[in-house]
């Protein structure tokens, strides 16, 4: 799914936006997409998810840096992590320690990454 969601941000950057940061006709693209779609696939298609799915792609715009071992919940939780530096080290961190959403969660609102710099 996580793949299929990259595929879908990329589209619109892409494609509809033409690689710039928004595309000339704003918000209305997102709406427009969302109520085509919203009918046919259902809520994982909202305005909020789509908005999702661009800036999935636009934070991990190379697809070798997907890892399988996370879920889609997981990326959505590291997209709201700030630096390229923090991202790489949760994710690491899920990997090799094999945290579910919720211990992933519990290590970002820690701050687990400043506390072991401050270390």
Same mark, same amino acid.
């Given at each position: 799914m996580s793949l299929l969601y990259w595929h879908i941000g990329k589209r619109i950057f892409e494609?509809?936006?033409e690689g710039k940061?928004?595309?000339?006709?704003?918000?209305?693209?997102?709406?427009?997409l969302s109520e085509q779609l919203q009918p046919e696939f259902?809520?994982?298609f909202s305005v909020r998810q789509i908005? #999702?799915? @661009? =800036?999935? &792609?636009?934070?991990f715009e190379n697809v070798p840096t997907l890892?399988?071992?996370?879920s889609w919940s997981q990326y959505k939780l590291l997209l709201s992590v700030d630096s390229q530096d923090k991202r790489v080290f949760y994710i690491?961190?899920?990997i090799k320690n094999n945290w579910t959403l919720r211990? #992933?969660? @519990? =290590?970002? &609102?820690?701050h687990l990454y400043e506390?072991?710099?401050?270390?």
């Open positions: 494609e509809e936006q940061d928004r595309a000339d006709y704003g918000m209305f693209l997102i709406k427009y259902g809520s994982g908005n #999702l799915y @661009r =800036q999935f &792609y636009r934070t890892y399988a071992q996370l690491a961190g899920t211990q #992933l969660e @519990r =290590q970002i &609102y820690s506390r072991l710099l401050l270390s």
